[in-house]
């Protein structure tokens, strides 16, 4: 089993920043990049932003530019820096990792952008 506890999140008005982590522990043999996804009121979970084992990363269109992931292998933490928040990134964030085929999703955590 593995699990995944989000953190970071909380209530910044528009155009602050916040850092979310995604902590991974459990069954884990080797620490593997993880993935965020939001999911705003009223509408379908999308996903943010992901990286993959050989460094590289993609982001949703409507962060580009202003959210940046990044990881540290030895903590088993994903990180997702978001700067120049707006009203339309609030949402319950989630990270999502795979381990052993199965994906396991973290609980989420609330962000709000207002002023």
């Known amino acids: 089993q593995v699990q995944l506890v989000e953190s970071g999140g909380g209530l910044v008005q528009p155009g602050g920043s916040l850092t979310l982590s995604c902590a991974a522990s459990?069954?884990?043999?080797?620490?593997?990049?993880m993935t965020w996804y939001r999911q705003a009121p009223g509408r379908e979970r999308e996903l943010v932003a992901g990286?993959?084992?050989?460094?590289?990363?993609n982001y949703a269109d409507s962060v580009k530019g202003r959210f940046t992931i990044s990881r540290d292998n030895v903590k088993n933490t994903e990180y997702l820096q978001m700067n120049s928040l707006k009203p339309e990134d609030t949402a319950v964030y989630y990270c999502?990792?795979?381990?052993?085929?199965?994906?396991?999703w973290g609980k989420g955590t609330l962000v709000i952008v207002s002023s």
């Open positions: 459990g069954s884990i043999v080797r620490a593997k990049p």
């Open positions: 990286s993959t084992s050989g460094g590289s990363t």
């Open positions: 999502m990792g795979t381990y052993g085929g199965l994906n396991y």
